[in-house]
């Protein structure tokens, strides 16, 4: 929980001042303050994270925007908002994309399509230059040993996603490997 | 977490002393202040309409004029406050233009009805618009250049005010530089060009100031 005692305007001036010193505490202070906030409007830790360090490098960018004399907290909120949304915006954008591929692969996928047929390790290589959502997936299944349900808790995506983004992999490795 | 940590150590490390964006009184003043000059400037090239005395006599016209140099005022006050994240904690001033907008068309829809019979239109359309959005050009470079330094969280309504107030500009000199009575033709060559510049702008500040 953020400490209701930190004096968020103070930290912020002395910042804008040059002091390392306040400013790192000033940013921890802020992401105790804004993770509860996130946590309550995302699905994954991972996430959580990711926004929040995306919320922390815009207060860095527009501190320059604040100028100490009014309260802190609304200033931060306002950024944490809008990179909020902005991650939102593309979760979802990303999310109807591959809802659309579902629905196109989801009768014609394999009942095995993450059944393991090939030692990863002879193929890690060409797994690595994959795109790394992909690569991730295949590395935390054949080489983690994670159930496709298991690597869709872990990322924070949809079970059937997984299974499209790794159908997609063994597709493009299986053409690199013909080749 | 540690990620966090990491990224919080990085960003402190080399923290230098930052000079805090001016007030945004003080912001649209500044853009006021350059606009006005350019106005007197440009009046100083291309004259007043010849029958502006004249055209001073029509409560419809002065009535407009004030107007338009209300929103002129407010559209820079609102596009100052818009650029800082948290509207500076300013909500009113940043929807102030909406209701001066409102009220605008009010005052030119009362003026056609006032408009009996209809004075007629002038030979030339298309010109006023353009004139307006190639005068409107300058402030609309220098406001966005200004707009693009600061931290707006709001992009398309600072982005669609930050454009009014540039196309106040062009409206102010084009009604005081264009000899032209005709509410009709100010309503269709004028007005509604801005109108549509100003929802233009709320597509480009999602591409002109992003951050």
Known sequence: MADNSVDYSALMRQALDGDAQAYATLLNETSRLLRPYLVKRLFSGNEVDDVLQEILISIHKARHTYDGTRPYKPWAYAIAKFRLHDHLRSHYS??????????????????????NEFLYESISGEVEKLPEKQATILRMMHQEGYTAKEVAEKIGMKESAVKVAAHRAYKVLREKLER | MENIEQLVATLSKDVTPVKSAPHPYVLSLKWLAIASAYLIVSFAFSGFRPDLANAMQNPWFVAELVLLFVLFITTAIAAAVLSFPDMHQKRNMAYGPLWV??????????????????????????????????FSLPPFVATFYALRKLASTHLRLSSSIAVLFALSTGAIWERLHEQNDSIIHVIEWHYLPILA???????????LLKW
């Open chain 2, 197 to 207: 510049c100003s929802v233009l702008g709320l597509w480009l500040g999602k591409k």
């Open chain 1, 94 to 115: 990303d999310n109807l994309h591959d809802a659309e591929d579902i629905d196109a692969l989801e009768n014609s996928l394999p009942e095995n399509v993450t059944k």
């Open chain 2, 101 to 134: 907008a409102g009220l605008f068309v009010l005052m030119i829809l009362f003026a056609w009805l006032a408009d009996s019979p209809s004075t007629p239109l002038p030979m030339h359309s298309l010109a006023c618009t353009v004139s307006i959005i190639l």
